[in-house]
């Protein structure tokens, strides 16, 4: 799968986001090793502070069906908005999967890419205590 395919993936996701509260519908698509495609989208709560991120939620949702192997994520918000993914959403990334492909759209709408490992410079991670 492309990452053009992936992101529209993402865009269909962005569809279903629940962000009454920061108007800011965010999508997410996660590509698994084995080829599926885990949707995600952001979910806002009313007490703002309880509400998820559309990457951390398509993270959760693969996880919780026993899906652990990620291959690449496709973000995106409205057009005219980057969708980087945020520090938090990078950490739960590179629990599971430290060099994956990240793609999102920047503020011009182009598909831009870069793997977490140049996104996230210092991780928290103790299975490989790395030192990084
Ligand atoms: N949001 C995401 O879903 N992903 C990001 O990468 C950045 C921010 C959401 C969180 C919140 O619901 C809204 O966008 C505004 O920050």
Request: contains cysteine; proline residues 5%.
């Amino acid at each position: 799968m492309t990452g053009r395919e992936l992101m529209r993936e993402a865009e269909r996701a962005r569809r279903r986001a629940y962000a009454p509260y920061s108007t800011f519908p965010v999508g997410a698509a996660l590509l698994l090793r084995n080829g599926r495609v885990i949707p995600g989208c952001n979910v806002e709560n009313a007490s703002y502070g309880l509400s998820v991120c559309a990457e951390r939620n398509a993270v959760w949702k693969a996880v919780s069906e026993g899906e652990l192997e990620f291959a690449a994520i496709a973000v995106t918000a409205r057009e005219g908005h980057g969708a980087p993914p945020c520090g938090s959403c990078r950490q739960v990334l590179h629990e599971f999967a430290p060099r994956i492909l990240v793609y999102w759209r920047n503020a011009r709408g182009r598909i831009v890419k870069g793997r977490l490992t140049a996104l996230l410079a210092k991780p928290c991670d103790l299975k490989r205590r790395t030192t990084r």
